[in-house]
């Protein structure tokens, strides 16, 4: 290796023409802080002639981006391209496998070949390093997995989709319905024209994913990762739980219990009711925040952008710098070796509080159903209002509930309960209280 720490970037995209404009401007700064100057020597994306903003003259261009892994000139390859399988992966195995340091902000692939990554990285003794990955500019990696080493994790959760939460903060100061924010979202360049991973909850759970592993010290298990979205939210729910003194976020949260059996992985990305003085609520727009609780250091909050040119950039080059510096702790804090096996916890213990919103036929009896429901499945209904009643028109009505503290699988069975009443117009939607 040079002194020069010397780079090969893939993709030159959003993140990618980041990365060279930070370098490019902070450039002195950075060589003082990493010991080292750090320089792009070759670079590739899919269309050479495209105007990025950006001066490639000085860069070597490859045409075939997995090239990188056989360049003598390149130190570490930096993966912006995105996708979890295709070109992106490949280019991981060649690099990793040929002794590459690899960069990347692709949670997409760390979720689902993280493990398999590490292990390469391992066994050819370079580093894997994927900051930008989870929550873009927050360095919530580097603090859990190195600020908060000492501890034992006990929870993580967090606001982990910017697009999600630009919609629902919007919804609730606007009082405007999802759709509509939604395509607003989509005009300012704050959601994707095909915006499904993230609205559906997707994204959020690739990286919950990763940073359960990295807290727990178990296996990455995406799949096992209980996801819904918030495409069913309405304004009327955002109203319903303003009355009561909540907001709506879409979270991740994650936690592990071990007994005699192994250890229980839980790990859901869903929308929450947070109270409205919670740190959580006061995180607006496009903002992501994680919530670390170790058992000796008590809960951490890191805040910040969680995408954006400049965030994701700043993610990846203070990975850069960790490697310039040659810092060489595993890409989840442990050898893979010693991850721990886990197997999903079964949510139906879990105590929590239920919103419980559906919309209804406006007609007798229909109340009497659904409290006696309830009442089968033993779940306490704490309060209960119905909304909007038009008999005039005969649409459905809203009908919103909340529920005392109770096992999940208790409003699990009173759903199961009222399944195919011709009373409801819809399925019901459930919101847990953030506790
Ligand atoms: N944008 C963010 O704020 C953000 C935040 C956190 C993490 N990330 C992650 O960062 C990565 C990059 O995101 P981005 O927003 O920068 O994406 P982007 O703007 O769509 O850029 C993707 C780049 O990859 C190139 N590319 C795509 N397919 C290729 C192929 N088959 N061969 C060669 N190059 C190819 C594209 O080339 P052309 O330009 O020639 O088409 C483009 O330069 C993704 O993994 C994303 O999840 C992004």
Redesign the pocket.
Known sequence: MTDTLRIAL?????????VIRLLNENGALIAGRAGRPIEVVAV?????A?D?GVDLSGYAWEDD?TAFAARDDVDVVV?????SD???LALARKALGGGKGFV??????VAHHGLELASLAESSGTPLRYE??VA?GIPAIKGLGEGAAANRVERIYGILNGTCNYVLSEMESTGRDFGDVLAEAQSLGYAEADPTFDIEGV?AAHKLSILAALAFGTKLDFDAVDVSGISRIRAADIAQARALGYVIRLLGLADCAADESGRHLFQRVAPYLVPADHPLAGVTGPTNAVVGEGNFVGRLLFEGA????G??AS?VVADLIDIARGNSQPPFSLPVSALEESAPADPGGRLSRAYIRMMVADRPGVLAEITAAMRDAGVSIESLIQQGQREEDGKPVLVAMVTHDGPEAGVTKALALLEGSSNLAEEPLVMRLLG
């Open positions: 893939a993709g030159l995209g959003t993140v990618g023409a980041g590739s994306a899919r269309d050479r495209k990025r981006m993966e912006l391209v995105g996708g295709g070109p992106a990347t902000a692709n949670k997409a692939m930008a990955a873009g994204d969680g995408a954006g040119d965030p994701t993610a």
